[in-house]
C-alpha cells in the first residue's frame, strides 16, 4: 500500500528508540472490496503492517564535529586568519563517519556558508577571537571500528 506520513510524534521512547508515526494510507479498491466478496488486498482496522519510509530527494547538508560549534558560531580558518560564522544546528549524529579521521562520534549537520576543502576549527572551546593569526595543523587520527551513521535514519 502506498501511504503518506501525516504526523510524527514529537518524542522518541527513551527505551526502545521508536517513534510513533500516523500514515494516511491511500486504496481506492478498498472502496470496491467492502459489502461484497473480493480478493483484493484491503488494510482493514486491526492489521499489523511493516512501512518502509522512502524520501524523494537527498539534501546536501554540513557536518561537523559537534565540538567545534560554539555558542552558535562556527570559527574557520582561511589564510592563517580565523573568523566566525554564525549557523544553526539542525540535529545531531552519533557515530564515526568514513573517510573522516577525526576521534569524534558526536557531529552536527548545520546550516552555514561552508565551501568544500574550508578549514574548521574542530576545538570550539579555544579561545581565538576573529583576526586572530593562526598557523592551522592537520593532523592524523586513528580510525574508529565502527560503521558510519546512516544519515537516513535521523531525524531532526
Do not use: C, N
Request: proline share 9%; aromatic share 4%.
Amino acid at each position: 500500500w502506498q501511504a503518506s506520513i501525516t504526523r510524527i510524534a514529537p518524542e522518541a521512547d527513551p527505551a526502545s528508540r521508536t517513534i510513533t508515526v500516523y500514515i494516511e494510507v491511500d486504496q481506492p479498491e478498498a472502496q470496491s472490496a467492502f459489502g461484497r466478496a473480493s480478493s483484493a488486498r484491503v488494510l482493514t482496522p486491526g492489521m499489523f503492517v511493516l512501512g518502509v519510509v522512502t524520501g524523494r530527494e537527498l539534501e546536501r547538508q554540513w557536518v561537523v564535529p559537534r565540538r567545534a560549534v560554539r555558542g552558535g558560531r562556527l570559527m574557520l580558518v582561511t589564510d592563517g586568519v580565523v573568523t566566525s560564522i554564525p549557523v544553526e544546528v539542525k540535529f545531531t549524529l552519533e557515530g564515526t563517519l568514513a573517510g573522516v579521521d577525526l576521534p569524534d562520534d558526536q557531529w552536527a549537520v548545520i546550516d552555514g556558508p561552508l565551501r568544500d576543502g574550508q578549514r574548521i576549527v574542530v576545538d570550539g572551546s579555544t579561545s581565538l577571537l576573529d583576526g586572530e593569526r593562526v598557523d592551522p595543523r592537520v593532523i592524523a587520527m586513528p580510525r574508529h571500528a565502527a560503521g558510519p551513521p546512516d544519515p537516513r535514519e535521523a531525524a531532526p
